[in-house]
């Protein structure tokens, strides 16, 4: 295959304007209906995979990807008017596709070549064509057309609702914009360079907001209680009580679509089509991996508060957790948060990650000049180096906070690649961008990182190699669009490299003294990679709960079951005032899925620990496992059952050992 260049004239859709971007949403539903008009009129004896099945998958045209850009700009751009417009814009066309996508005739126009001219042209099509169009029926399925039409009718009204106040949900999580204000005195304990990353108030007062770069650190490390404590209220009520009213909303609505299409619940419906297949499987592993973890858990909390009662702390608080796990961490393994992110400057964190990724995957990474939305915003070529350096797609990376900037970390698959056209050899070249919100630098130190934000970023480029690795002929099967409960495994299996102690060697280099860090320091970070996994992955278990549970139907108050799981497992009180659900984007983005982050690191720490012990042992450059796991699952995407491409990774079916071992189990 052969990938098509880009050059500057290829972004100019960085600089769309709320007018065009109007413009666009309204030429995408023409298009659309006319895409489906062309379909629908083709005689069945006439019916083909490509005028069919194909065309209906590239139905969208040019606009699916100007709707990707467009929902780019909608997290990055540093224009507000933009940002709003494109929430706008894609909400619109959201909900008003609905009407247009639930067409019986388009059902039975696929019905029609897959009973009748699909018998013959079966023999020269590829599995993932095959495995395309029977989940295309599957998806129509679930549509309702096999219902009367009045069903169908209210489910579509249902989805278009669903999908409207779910962009809301999003929106008022990110337009969020709490604070503290602290004088110089409250931010004891806090370090010099972080302090000086704090913008200020008129009165010079310091701002420390809810974003990650300032609530973490804040947390983890400020001495005084009560600014802790008013941090952390705020932070538990992001997104607003109307976003407590809506979630409800959102579970209500996805409970009658549910009922409508004959599903017993929710995350039946959403699981089916995931590797877990039913939620009784999904809430099975949770509840299995819970009762193993609550014992050291339960553990982990006595020593937690034990050694809060040394700091002057009677009760341990839902606030002091982070404050006081850094403190005993410290006292443990004499391990400073600050002393070790001297360490770790995000230019040549960057440098390693790119060169290991190189080793391992037979890539090279080369930053290119490129006008982007924002002048921290930077531009990256990936070819092959297994062959001649051919071009393979480009990523961009903007990792700084800045006002109105999407406040977590994501990958965006903007453009996936795919063929030019149906049976093309020329591909078109997929492009990505990782957001981040990491400490900018300041006069005295460049952007510096927390081992949490190391992990972070291999952990989002982990996706990105996904998605830039992908040679799928089908943009639905491509990178990142595999089944929701594996599409985490190639970002999480990246996090292993950083915890190896010849990587941690790699990335460490003081940006004073240009040294590694020590010996004695790396093996103490190694032994505390288990401290508090069973806290940490007891949480994210409570949450995959709080997820599912709520999409099962067994929980109708999510705010009251969050605060009562907080109690149960860590014997801890939130404010009744709490909300975090509110500030939970994960409930609509993840949708009775957010079991999948340790389902999918089980898969991770498996592969991972095949890299470990075969082929070359020297993980950093064992290029035979790297490019095994490129071949057999970045490359392929979802054009494979997701089981299948692990199980011929590994040469054997898959299992926990490895994840269990790394909690210490």
């Not at 982070?322 to 948060?337: G, M, N, R």
């Not at 698959?413 to 020329?426: A, F, L, M, N, Q």
Request: proline fraction near 3%; glycine fraction near 4%; charge should be positive.
């Amino acid at each position: 295959m052969k990938k098509i260049p880009y050059t500057q004239k290829d972004f100019d859709w960085v600089k769309m304007t709320t007018a065009q971007m109007k413009k666009y949403g309204v030429e995408a539903l023409v298009y659309k209906k006319e895409s489906y008009k062309k379909i629908k009129s083709i005689l069945p004896e006439n019916r083909t995979y490509e005028n069919t099945v194909y065309a209906l998958s590239q139905s969208d045209g040019k606009y699916g990807d100007i709707f990707e850009e467009m929902s780019l700009l909608k997290d990055v751009s540093p224009k507000k008017e933009i940002r709003d417009i494109a929430v706008e814009v894609l909400t619109d066309v959201s909900s008003k596709s609905v009407d247009i996508e639930y067409d019986r005739e388009l059902y039975t126009s696929l019905l029609e070549y897959y009973e009748g001219n699909f018998t013959d042209e079966k023999k020269s099509l590829k599995k993932e064509d095959v495995k395309l169009l029977e989940e295309a029926i599957r998806d129509y399925k679930k549509m309702g057309f096999d219902l009367p039409e009045n069903k169908q009718k209210e489910l579509k009204k249902l989805l278009r609702e669903v999908s409207k106040l779910s962009f809301v949900f999003r929106k008022n999580i990110s337009d969020y914009a709490d604070y503290i204000l602290c004088t110089k005195e409250e931010l004891d304990g806090l370090s010099e360079r972080f302090i000086s990353t704090l913008p200020k108030d008129k009165n010079g007062k310091y701002i420390v907001t809810l974003q990650y770069p300032h609530i973490l650190p804040f947390m983890s490390e400020a001495t005084n209680r009560n600014k802790r404590k008013e941090l952390s209220e705020k932070n538990l009520k992001k997104g607003g009580a109307k976003n407590l009213k809506l979630i409800n909303e959102i579970v209500e609505l996805r409970a009658k679509i549910s009922k409508i299409l004959g599903y017993k619940h929710h995350a039946d419906l959403m699981t089916e089509n995931r590797m877990a297949k039913t939620a009784e499987t999904a809430i099975k592993f949770q509840d299995e991996l819970l009762k193993k973890l609550l014992p050291l858990t339960k553990k982990e909390m006595t020593e937690m508060r034990d050694h809060a009662k040394t700091l002057g702390i009677k009760k341990l608080e839902n606030y002091d957790v982070a404050f006081v796990s850094t403190s005993l961490k410290k006292k443990l393994y004499d391990l400073d948060p600050e002393t070790l992110c001297a360490y770790f400057s995000l230019d040549h964190v960057l440098k390693e990650m790119f060169s290991l990724c190189e080793n391992l995957f037979g890539i090279k990474i080369t930053e290119k000049e490129m006008r982007l939305w924002h002048k921290d915003a930077k531009f990256f070529e990936v070819t092959d180096s297994t062959n001649k350096n051919s071009l393979i797609g480009y990523f961009a990376i903007d990792l700084f906070p800045r006002e109105g900037k999407f406040g977590h970390a994501c990958l965006h698959d903007t453009i996936v690649s795919h063929p030019k056209e149906w049976g093309s050899e020329e591909y078109v070249s997929p492009f990505s961008t990782l957001v981040c919100n990491f400490p900018t630098s300041t006069k005295k130190s460049p952007s510096l990182l927390s081992l949490r934000d190391v992990e972070t970023l291999f952990h989002e480029f982990g996706h990105n190699l996904h998605l830039i690795l992908s040679v799928s002929r089908h943009e639905s099967q491509g990178g990142c669009n595999v089944a929701w409960d594996f599409v985490e495994t190639p970002s999480q299996i990246m996090e292993n490299w950083v915890m190896h102690k010849d990587m941690l060697s790699k990335l460490s280099k003081h940006y004073i003294t240009g040294k590694s860090l020590p010996k004695d320091m790396i093996e103490r970070i190694i032994s505390g990679k288990k401290f508090q996994n069973a806290y940490q992955f007891t949480r994210q278990i409570m949450q995959g709960k709080l997820d599912l549970d709520l999409h099962t139907g067994k929980v109708k108050d999510a705010n009251s079951y969050y605060i009562k799981m907080n109690k149960n497992y860590f014997g801890l009180d939130l404010p009744k005032n709490s909300m975090f659900p509110a500030g939970f984007g994960h409930l609509v983005g993840y949708d009775a899925g957010y079991y999948s982050y340790l389902w999918a690191l089980v898969y991770a720490c498996d592969a991972f620990s095949l890299f470990e012990t075969a082929g070359n042992k020297n993980i950093l450059k064992n290029k035979e496992i790297g490019m095994k796991w490129r071949r057999e699952v970045l490359e392929k995407g979802s054009s494979e059952d997701e089981m299948k491409l692990i199980k011929n990774f590994l040469g054997r079916a898959p299992n926990q050992k490895a994840f269990l071992k790394e909690i210490g189990i």
